[in-house]
């Protein structure tokens, strides 16, 4: 196991951020990643990775991340649905871990939901089809 | 399901969803090539007769969809090697999931990257349920638990991103070490 004293040396870098992010849960923003058996067959589990570590990269401590059982939509997904405070939740369809950054990087930090990305529009384009 | 890690994953969300507060993940890679993976849990558990219909493909307490799917497609995937899944379970005790993959056979998926399934369950669940992590292979052991990396850690949470990422690090180390020849 990687050295204990790595741990310790994360513990005292990280230490003064904690408290900004328990301060704060009304500007809390929320990814949720659909994590049963057909999402995780899907590609789930990199793409709640994904989301983890552009998040981490970003510095960005009042977004959590956490996962949800199976909503019955399975040939959707990887799902994964993002709320921002005081908006509607938008839903996120047939994701992967590069969709995934670009979300963090459009709508959790730019506020602007990546449209193409939705449920709705995957909606749309099968009624067309 | 294209990795036996990726089972793992899912084994776990059983045991998550049967309110675990404790999750105890063995694996076992023997001079034989053969992987024993074994998953305990302290949740609500099964009677026997419930257990025995999981592995039948149509057992699911989910209302979203009528039949379960994790475990009868784990059983599949480790009886093709010639291994099998079993389950021990007692109402209000808990679970226990033993897997068995003959890992020289053609047909054994890979180990996949455990590594990211476990920093995936804590990522999600940084207040628990707790992890205990044990690894053996004839290259040695190495174990891993959420309760004493939080203890060191307190206050900071277990889903820093940096300790995130530690767990993800220092698990691929161990893991290619232990099972790195061996697929
Ligand atoms: N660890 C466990 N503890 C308690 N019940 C379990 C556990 N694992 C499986 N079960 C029961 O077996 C059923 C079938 O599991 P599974 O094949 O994984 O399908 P699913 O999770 O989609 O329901 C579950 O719905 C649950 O009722
Ligand atoms: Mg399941």
Redesign the pocket.
């Known amino acids: 196991m990687k050295s204990i004293a790595e741990l310790e040396e994360i513990r005292k870098r990280t230490l003064q951020r904690i408290n900004l992010r328990r301060e704060d849960k009304e500007s809390e923003v929320r990814v949720v990643v659909g994590m ?2 057909c999402g995780i067959a899907a590609g789930a589990r990199p793409v709640m990775m994904a989301f983890v570590d552009e998040i981490g990269r970003r510095h960005l401590s009042q977004v959590t991340v956490s996962q949800t ?2 909503i019955g939509m399975c040939r959707l997904e990887p799902m994964a649905d993002v709320f921002l405070p005081g908006e509607e939740k938008v839903t996120y369809v047939n994701l992967d871990a590069d969709k995934a950054r670009r979300i963090v990087a459009e709508h959790v930090v730019n506020g602007r939901p990546v449209t193409e990305y939705t449920i709705g529009n995957a909606e749309n384009n099968k009624q067309q089809a | 399901m294209r990795d036996i890690s990726l089972h793992l994953m ?2 776990a ?3 998550i ?2 309110g ?1 507060r404790l999750i105890s993940v063995d694996l076992a890679l023997d001079d034989n090539g053969v992987l024993t993976m074994r ?1 305990t ?1 302290d ?4 009677t026997p007769e ?2 025995q ?3 039948g493909p149509f ?4 209302t979203t ?1 009528k ?8 059983q599949a995937n480790a009886r093709l090697t010639g291994g099998d899944l079993t ?1 021990a ?1 007692a109402p209000n005790e ?2 226990t ?1 033993t897997c068995t993959f003959y890992t020289r056979h053609i047909d054994c998926l890979p180990l996949g990257d455990l590594a990211q399934t476990i920093a995936a369950l804590v990522a999600a669940h940084p207040d628990g349920p707790d992890i205990e992590l044990s690894l053996t292979s004839p290259k040695g052991e190495s174990a891993f638990g959420t309760a004493e990396t939080r203890d060191i850690l307190h206050p900071v949470p277990l889903d820093t991103p940096e300790v995130i990422a530690w767990i993800t690090q220092s698990l691929r180390e161990q893991t290619d070490v232990l099972f790195g020849g061996e697929r």
Not at chain 2, 67 to 74: E, Q
């Open positions: 049963a058996t059982g199976c | 899912d084994l969300q059983n045991s969803a049967a675990a998953i849990d949740g609500r558990g099964m419930a257990a219909r999981a592995l057992a699911t307490t989910r969809r039949v379960g799917l994790g475990l009868p497609l784990t389950i379970s808990g679970t999931v």
